[in-house]
């Protein structure tokens, strides 16, 4: 079976990758002419009680200091052409480098996010296949109608129900936090035992849609004719179901995986918070609650860079899985 070669796969991710830069500088600009637009004073906050009581003077020399006293299209440049230079300047929220912000949350993010991810694939593969092998009976009811309710069920209530069950009913999981109370050290056991159960609702949440999709997908390959003649063939149930059906009807899901990226990262915030888990959920909402222009411009584009990995990422696997994808045409 032919596969895409190196050079239409790297042709694809040139053309992405071009692509990106007009987005992430109109997204960051975006940051800064919001956050202009926003009541909420950097100086005021930055200062808290003491600028109540501060001269004007004082306020004035500290928006110099802190570069918010010119127009956001000014501050916002400045941060681009730094930030191109690695230079991500400084949380006023904060009070760290920006850099070193994100350097401290960003690991125990991903850390969730890849724990939950696959999780929900993996529950939603396992599940999807097994009701539509028998579309219609009471495995395939059930799961569908787990599914239309956990669709409606924002992360932050799952993450409650959980705390809830796991850890104030059944003792079973710590309900929140990185590390056990009366200690700072995290070990290998801990952080299993920690990370559990915010992974568990991060999956649960994603699980719905990954579920769904499988299920549709394997169901209507069940029906082709080439799988139809595999089974007239006398080939073992099995081999049909994972040699046929299963790869042809998982297609769909690849491109799915691009698309909940966004979602991912929405609930993964949720999750954080509720669990107090030390990612980058806090310095988001310090950001946001103190017009952190430097830290809001740097979050928003790794999440939105996030975003564009994960579609670039459905795209390969979907042309590698499927030769029929011609890439250049992506």
Known sequence: MNRPGIRPVGRLVGRRLLAAVPVL???????????????????????????????????????????VDGPFWERWWDWLTSALTGDLGDSTALRQPVAQVIGERLGWS??????????AVLAGTVLGVAAARRKGGLLDRAVTSLSYTLEAAPPFWIGLLGIWLFAVQFHLLPAGGLTDSGTDTVTAGGLLRHLALPALVLGISQLPWF??????????????????????????????????????GLLPVLTLIGSRIPELITGALLVETVFSWPGIASATVEAATATDFPLLAALTTLATVAVLAGNLLADLLYGLADPRVALEEM
């Open 25 to 67: 500088a109109a997204v960051t600009f975006g940051v800064f002419a919001v956050a202009a637009a926003s009541p909420f004073d950097p100086v005021q906050q930055y200062a808290g009680s003491a600028g109540l009581t501060a001269s004007q003077e004082t306020l004035d020399q500290l928006r110099r200091n802190l570069h």
């Open 110 to 119: 991903v850390l969730l996010c890849a724990a939950g991810f696959a999780l």
């Open 211 to 248: 579920l769904l999709y499988v299920r549709q997908g394997v169901g209507d390959a069940l029906e082709e004719d080439a799988v139809r003649g595999a089974r007239a063939r006398g080939l073992a149930e099995r081999t049909v179901l994972l040699g046929h059906a299963l790869r042809s």
